[in-house]
C-alpha cells in the first residue's frame, strides 16, 4: 500500500515554482528521504503533503486521503517536524508535551503522564521543567520530535531534523527515527545530506529545482553516480604534476587537481585493491603523501552527475512566510 | 599509570534507549478529538504560561498606567480642572481605558513571535477547530487586561478616588475588558500581515497614540476646535471612556455602553474571521 501519492504537484511564489511537477510514490512504513540543496522545493514539498500549503496544481494522497478536499482527515493522522524547532521556548519541555497532549483530546492526568514518558523515553527529564530556550540544539530537536510522537503518527514528515547538529546528537535523532520506523511509522525525510539519506532511507528522490531528477535505493543512487572519490593530498605542493602522472597511470582515469594547490581527486576505481596500489606506486616514486581519503560520493558529486550542474543553492529560497500561500481546506 | 579503563560517557542525555521510546511509541491510544471548546482552553492555558514564565511582559502592563496615572494627575490636574483630586476623578476611567487597550496590541505581538518561531507550524497540522489557537490567545491576554485594570483602579483609590459605586467599577472593567477582546482581533491581523514582532509593536502604538488621546480620556471636548470636538464626539473611545466614567458614578447612559459593545462586535466581525484566514494562509 502506498503512504504517499504523489502526482504533478506545483507550488509558485510570486514568478518562482518552487515546486514544479513533483511525483512521488512512498511505500507504506517506509522511510523515504527526499534529498537536495537549498531552496530546491523539498520544504514546500513537505509542507503541501502536511496540509500546510495548497498546492496550485497537482494532486496527492496522504494514507489514502486527499490533502486538500480531505486535510482535516489528514492531519488527524500525520505529523510534522518542521525545519524550525515546532515548539515554544517560552515553556518549558514538560508543558510543550503537556499543551500538545490537550491538543490531540488527552486528559489533564492522560497528557501530564504522557509528557513524563516521552521525556525520559528522550533522555529529557532532567531538562523537562527548564524553558525550551535553555536547550542545546540537540535536546530541542529531540524535544521537537518527542512532541510529534504524543500520539503516534501514522506517518511523519521530518524536514532536514539533523540540519546544525553536533555529530552525538545527529547520531541520537537517527536512532529515533530508526526506532519509528521500527515501529511501523511511514517516515518521509528531508535532508541535504546524502550520508544521512543512506543511513535511514530505503528509497530516495533526489530534487532539484523543483522536480525529482532521480530515484532509487541509496546503492542503486551511488551506482548511478560513481564509487565516489579518492582524496589526495601531498606534503609538497610541487610535486603535484607528478603526482598527477603517477595516479592517472595508476588508475587508469582522469585525475582533478583541486583548488587546495597539494589535493588531487579521481574517481574510485571498481576494485579498492587498485587504490592502494596507486598509492603505494606514489610513495615508491618518491612522492609524500600527507593523507587520502576514499570517500562515498558528496551530494555534490550525486549533483554534479545528475544533473551536469553542481548543488548551490538555489537564489529565491523557499520563503518562511510566504505571501502567496493559499488556503487550505479545513 | 593507572590500568583502570575510563568507562564509556553513557550520560543521562548520551545515546537513548531505542527500547525505550520503542515502548513510549507504542503506548498510544489515540484519544478522542478535543472540543473547540477545550482546544482553545488548552492555547489560553499556554498564554498564561508564557506570563508566568516571563513576567517581564506585565511590566508595560503595569508601569505605564502608574506613570500615566501620576503624570496626568500631578501636571494637568491644577489647571485643567482646577484641583488634583477633581481631576482625577475624571482621568481614572481615560486611564483605564487607555492603559488596557494598549495591551491589546500585544496579542498581535506574540503572534507574530510565533509565526516567525515555527511553532504555528505545529498547531496548524494538528487536527484541532483551526480558529482555536488564536480564540485562546485572545482568552489568554485577558490576564493582562485584568492586571493594568486592577493596578489602574487600586492607585486611583490610594491617590484618593472615590467611585459612587464598586459593582459600578466592577462593571466598567468588564465592559473595557470585553472591548479589548475586540479590539485585539484587529493586532492580530496587523499580526499576520507584517514581518517582524518589533514591526507589530511600532504599528500598533502608532495607531493607538492618536487614537486614545484624540478622546475626553484627558479633557472635556468642549474647549477644542469645531472639527477636532467633531472626531472626538464619533471616536468610539470617547463613548467607552463615557460609558466607564458613567458606570463608576452612576450616571451611565445606555446609549453610550451600547456604542461601546456594537463597535466591540463589529471590530470581531470584521477582524476575527480576517484573521483566521491569514492564519490559515499566510501563517
Sequence with gaps: MLAIEASDLVKSFGSTRAVDGVNLAVRSGAVYGMLGPNGAGKTTTIRMLATLLRPDSGTARVLGRDIVSEADAVRGLVSLTGQLASVDEDLTGRENLVLIGRLLGYSRAQAKARALELLEAFGLDHAGGRQV?????????RLDIAASIVVTPELMFLDEPTTGLDPRSRNQVWDIVRALAAQGTTVLLCTQYLDEADQLADGIAVIDRGKVIAEGTPSQLKASVGRGALRIRLLDPEQRPRAEDV???ALGAGVRLE????ALSAACPPDPQRAAEAIAELS?????????ALGQPSLDEV???LTGHPAEEEAVAEPAVS????EVAA | MSAVPTAPARSRSGPLADQAIGAALSSTPRPARPSALSACLAFGWRGILKIKHVPEQLLDVTLTPVLFLLMFTYLFGGAIAGSTGEYLHFILP?????????????????LNTDMTRGVTDRFRSLPIWRPAPLVGAVLGDSVRYLVGATVVVVLGLALGFRPQSVPGVLAAILLVVVFSFSLAWVFTTVGLLLRAPNAVMNAGFMALFPITFLSNVFVQPDTLPGWLKAFVDVNPISHLVTASRGLMDGTVHAGDIGIALGVGAALTAVFAPLTTHLYRTRA
Excluded at chain 1, 530556550?133 to 530537536?141: A, F, L, N, P
Excluded at chain 1, 583548488?259 to 597539494?262: E, L, T, V
Excluded at chain 2, 481615560?94 to 506574540?110: D, E, K, P, Q, R
Aim: proline residues 2%; negative net charge.
Design chain 1, 133 to 141: 530556550k535553555s536547550y542545546s540544539g540537540g535536546m530541542r530537536r
Design chain 1, 247 to 249: 595516479l592517472a597511470r
Design chain 1, 259 to 262: 583548488a587546495d594547490p597539494a
Design chain 1, 284 to 292: 615508491r616514486s618518491g612522492i609524500a603523501v600527507a593523507d587520502f
Design chain 1, 303 to 305: 549533483f554534479l552527475a
Design chain 1, 323 to 326: 505571501e502567496e500561500e493559499e
Design chain 2, 94 to 110: 481615560g486611564i483605564l481605558v487607555m492603559s488596557v487597550l494598549f495591551t491589546t496590541v500585544y496579542s498581535g505581538v506574540t
